[in-house]
């Protein structure tokens, strides 16, 4: 009896392992959403203090964002156009293939025809009366049979063909509207890009004359650096309580073996100064071709994919244990709050968002919210993959 129970007891332990896993990721899950909610809030009121928003910010931040939108929609319809133009070569193909069918098949029963009429005018009944010899009656008998046979599958396998054709040349004609209304809309779409650029680079002049006037550079740079370090401590505080996938890598083994997020050359390097020596980088900025894929370093989860005043479209990765990745002055973000990524993964583009003059990619490593020299965690990216479809 004692055994059966304990057999019964194991048996059910996997399934009650299971169940708890579910409720636990379940938590987990219902923890992040909480976290996106509050960070969400949080953003928007970082972003109305520490310094008045002024409606130039306000205005380059809408300018930012459209771009990324429409480079976004540009890059959906590109996609949409290689796909319909690889299906419109596809019919195009098929519907050669079947032209050329047709073409023999026509040849084949107009054939039979012929033989058909050479055999001559008698009727079938009579031509076998005829036939004196009954083995001669039995092959000739066995003849038609076959004759008809063939004749009636090639006008069969025709008629198919001919379905098969009008159903093709229909389904080419739709893909080619189709492609006809996407190349439409992609030009659309880039001049609207193009006219967001320009307005972009006015508002930026703008706001860079203001600074100029007004002197405030660095109170402005030492804002952007307080709003960051608020939102940072917001996050380590909130994931403290989220856990991370127990088969994950740890961040803290991958000292000197992850790999830049960008190709490119380091403009500036960590814990040189700035401005006239009143301020440090935190991290590295990456001088590199605006468009240009930026990679995650590692496996984790995006806490953050939105604009922020200072470093733009920015995207912070949290790889549990108090490790997270920052890439800012994106161009376009990939990945929305939530998502889990891999090393490698593209996650965004580089850009100049965030008022920045020059593309490149801003990159931070933080331990329980304290910088880290990257450059001690990465080494550099060989060169620029293009982003996988």
């Known amino acids: 009896m004692h055994t059966l129970l304990s057999l019964l007891i194991l048996l059910c332990l996997p399934v009650l392992a299971d169940a708890n896993d579910d409720i636990d990721q379940a938590q987990v899950e219902a923890k992040l959403k909480e976290l996106e909610a509050e960070i969400s809030k949080y953003k928007e009121l970082l972003q109305n203090t520490q310094g008045e928003k002024s409606e130039i910010e306000s205005t380059l931040e809408k300018n930012e964002k459209g771009i990324s939108d429409l480079i976004n929609k540009i890059e959906d319809i590109e996609e949409e156009l290689d796909n319909s133009k690889d299906k419109v070569s596809s019919l195009e193909r098929r519907q050669s293939e079947l032209r050329g069918a047709k073409t023999e098949q026509q040849y084949y029963i107009e054939q039979q025809i012929r033989a058909a009429y050479e055999i001559g005018n008698q009727e079938y009944l009579k031509v076998l009366l005829n036939q004196e010899d009954p083995n001669e009656m039995a092959r000739m008998l066995t003849y038609y049979d076959y004759f008809n046979e063939a004749r009636a599958g090639q006008i069969e396998n025709y008629n198919e063909t001919l379905v098969e054709l009008d159903r093709v040349s229909l389904e080419l004609t739709e893909e080619m509207t189709v492609l006809q209304e996407n190349r439409l809309a992609l030009d659309i779409e880039r001049q609207n890009l193009v006219a967001a650029q320009s307005e972009r680079q006015a508002t930026l002049r703008t706001l860079i004359a203001q600074i100029r006037s007004t002197g405030s550079e660095i109170t402005k740079l030492q804002e952007d650096r307080?709003?960051?370090?608020?939102?940072?401590?917001?996050?380590?505080?909130?994931?403290?309580?989220?856990?991370?996938?127990?088969?994950?890598?740890?961040?803290s083994n991958m000292r000197?073996?992850?790999?830049?997020?960008?190709?490119?050359?380091?403009?500036?390097?960590?814990?040189?100064?700035?401005?006239?020596?009143?301020?440090?980088?935190?991290?590295v900025f990456i001088d590199a071709a605006g468009g240009d894929p930026v990679y995650a370093v590692h496996y984790g989860r995006v806490v953050f994919s939105d604009w922020l005043r200072g470093f733009g479209?920015?995207?912070?990765?949290?790889?549990?244990?108090?490790?997270?990745?920052?890439?800012?002055?994106?161009?376009?973000?990939?990945?929305?709050?939530?998502?889990?990524?891999?090393?490698?993964?593209?996650i965004a583009s580089v850009g100049d968002s965030g008022g920045q003059n020059r593309t490149g990619l801003y990159f931070e490593i933080r331990i329980d919210g304290k910088p880290s020299d990257p450059q001690h965690w990465c080494r550099a990216r060989d060169s620029v993959q293009k982003r996988a479809a």
Do not use: C
Not at 271 to 276: E, F, K, T, V
């Open 256 to 283: 000197g073996k992850l790999v830049l997020p960008v190709a490119g050359k380091i403009g500036h390097r960590f814990g040189h100064q700035r401005n006239q020596g009143k301020l440090k980088w935190q991290g």
């Open 313 to 346: 479209l920015l995207m912070i990765i949290s790889h549990g244990e108090g490790y997270m990745s920052l890439y800012g002055h994106n161009q376009v973000l990939y990945r929305e709050t939530g998502e889990w990524v891999t090393a490698g993964d593209v």
């Open 226 to 251: 307080d709003r960051l370090e608020q939102l940072l401590n917001k996050l380590q505080n909130s994931l403290a309580n989220i856990p991370t996938p127990g088969d994950a890598t740890p961040f």
